[in-house]
């Protein structure tokens, strides 16, 4: 069992400073990517109400694109937050046999649809379902579970009731959504399934492993992407968020130089069962 990500991981990636979107060859409103051998493209027509994927979400895909990934093909899998929809669709590509696509905003629902159709993937493997985590209650346990949750702090002097707060602001420092899928994956994953988090270092890594390691899952640290803090979306409130985020630094919850922080893609397989390649 490890109790910790692996502090020697196979690749650590750093994005150039100011380059926000690098990993993508087209945007704002529209990216193209390459995903297992498939150019797939994301679109979000409103980007007040659904987020446009950032480096932070994509960094997730870029690692499972690598040697020594999981295998997808097959798999029954849960898209926890899943926005636009850009975890589905590379999962749909990549052969899984189908996927619920869970997230609190409706207007997700329509964009994960949309994207889904675009690319020519076939849409009776795709469920989607508008609710809030903590009251999602599925019919079945899934092979797959992946997510990259919202990871900036909130403040009442930003708060905003729009998709774009629910996709990048949470509360108890950032951590809301981290929580609730940490108390609740078991509930999700068939034994021997495995949770792909895209997990912010802004949001206290160590606690999300070390919770999950008491259960005893294991932890696989697949890739680490150096950024830029997302700070585009809250230019206006800049000083106040790094305020926040300078607390929780101080409090041993949260890592960052700078405008710069971490991106760790992180693989966790739950006990028994057996587990996929």
């Known amino acids: 069992m490890t109790s910790a990500p692996d502090r020697t991981p196979t690749r650590r990636r750093v994005l150039p400073a100011g380059g926000n979107g690098s990993l993508w060859q087209a945007r704002p409103s529209c990216g193209i990517f390459a995903f297992r051998g498939t150019r797939l493209r994301i679109v979000v027509e409103d980007p007040s109400e659904v987020l446009f994927p950032t480096d932070c979400g994509l960094s ?12 997808l093909e097959g798999v029954s899998a849960l898209d926890v937050g899943a926005g636009s929809g850009l975890y589905s669709v590379a999962l749909l590509a990549a052969g899984a046999e189908r996927v619920t696509a869970l997230d609190i905003n409706p207007a997700s629902v329509a964009q994960t649809v949309a994207n889904v159709t675009a690319n020519g993937l076939d849409g009776s493997r795709l469920t989607c379902v508008t609710s809030a985590l903590e009251e999602y209650t599925p019919g079945e346990r899934f092979d797959l579970v992946i997510t990259n949750p919202p990871h900036l702090p909130y403040d009442p002097s930003y708060a905003r009731g729009d998709g774009l707060e629910t996709a990048l602001v949470a509360r108890r420092g950032g951590r809301a959504v981290y929580d609730a899928v940490v108390d609740r994956v078991d509930r999700f994953l068939t034994p021997g399934g495995s949770l792909l988090m895209a997990h912010s270092s802004l949001a206290d890594i160590p606690r999300t492993v070390a919770e999950l390691g008491s259960r005893g899952y294991e932890t696989e640290t697949l890739e680490i992407f150096e950024m830029d803090i997302p700070l585009l979306a809250y230019a206006e409130h800049r000083e106040t968020l790094q305020l926040r985020l300078k607390e929780l630094r101080a409090a041993g919850r949260a890592e ?11 693989l966790f397989r739950r006990p028994g069962g057996a587990a996929r390649p």
């Open 256 to 266: 960052f130089d700078g405008s710069r922080f971490t991106v760790h893609a992180l």
């Open 60 to 71: 997730l895909l870029s690692a499972l694109d690598g040697d020594g990934a999981p295998v």
